[in-house]
């Protein structure tokens, strides 16, 4: 069974510190997706980076860098030197398969909270 | 600016009503798939589109179904709504290396 999980539900830090959010998943298929979304209060998903099982580059834009490890199965994101304009919720997706029609489903985690404090 | 734009931003609605959803996708995006996200969840998948056809569907009953036109729009329809059917609903678009979310309608069954 596919399954998404970030296990930090709240996480607060004081602006220009460095955080990571964790992200675990679980899957039987070789060829996958992974993404992962910032959520502010206003209700968009904004989409910040879409990843393929085949590309375990780490990757690095901005402020935001993301670690993809397969043999641990995680897909983890670090904000480094925070603002509060990073105060969001942020998750984690899944999706299985590649190819055209067979990317629109996308399993989720229960999300993380992310408060950047002055 | 995510190119893909959801009709409408709030709703109420009374329970036993039908509803329906819009959302434009971007152009040349022919996935389109639909989410459920109630208060402080996750998006949960409701179902996808591609090419006018539905070709996957998460655990939502029968009630919940849509459409998808050539014009790179979609609707999403909900028969005999329920109180539980609060949530927001969150349409997405898929291209070739991104998957862009529309702002969501709110819906409120009262």
């Known amino acids: 069974a596919q399954k998404v999980t970030q296990a930090q539900t709240e996480i607060s830090v004081v602006e220009k510190e460095d955080v990571t959010l964790d992200c675990v998943y679980e899957?039987?298929?070789?060829?996958?997706?992974l993404f992962w979304y910032k959520q502010p209060p206003s209700g968009e998903l904004v989409f910040l980076i879409r990843?393929?099982?085949?590309?375990?580059q780490n990757e690095i834009s901005g402020r935001y860098s993301w670690n993809f490890q397969k043999s641990t199965s995680s897909f983890n994101f670090t904000i480094t030197a925070s603002q509060v304009v990073d105060s969001a919720v942020y998750f984690c997706?899944?999706?299985?398969?590649?190819?055209?029609?067979?990317?629109?489903?996308?399993?989720f985690g229960q999300g993380t909270t992310l408060q950047v404090k002055p | 600016e995510t190119g893909v734009t959801q009709s409408p931003t709030h709703l109420i609605k009374t329970r036993g009503q039908q509803v329906t959803l819009r959302c434009s996708s971007q152009?040349?995006?022919?996935?389109v798939s639909w989410y459920q996200q109630a208060l402080g969840q996750g998006p949960q998948f409701i179902f996808q589109?591609?090419?006018?056809?539905?070709?996957g569907r998460g655990n939502f009953p029968p009630r919940f179904s849509g459409l998808q036109f050539p014009n790179y729009s979609s609707e999403l329809n909900v028969n005999a709504l329920e109180l539980d059917d609060s949530a927001l609903y969150l349409c997405?678009?898929?291209?070739?290396?991104?998957?862009?979310f529309g702002q969501g309608t709110r819906l409120t069954v009262v």
């Open positions: 997706a899944l999706s299985e398969g590649l190819g055209s029609g067979n990317t629109g489903k996308l399993i």
């Open positions: 899957t039987r298929d070789t060829t996958y997706y």
């Open positions: 990843r393929n099982s085949f590309d375990e």
């Open positions: 152009s040349g995006h022919n996935t």
């Open positions: 589109y591609y090419r006018e056809e539905e070709n």
């Open positions: 997405a678009s898929f291209g070739r290396t991104e998957a862009f």
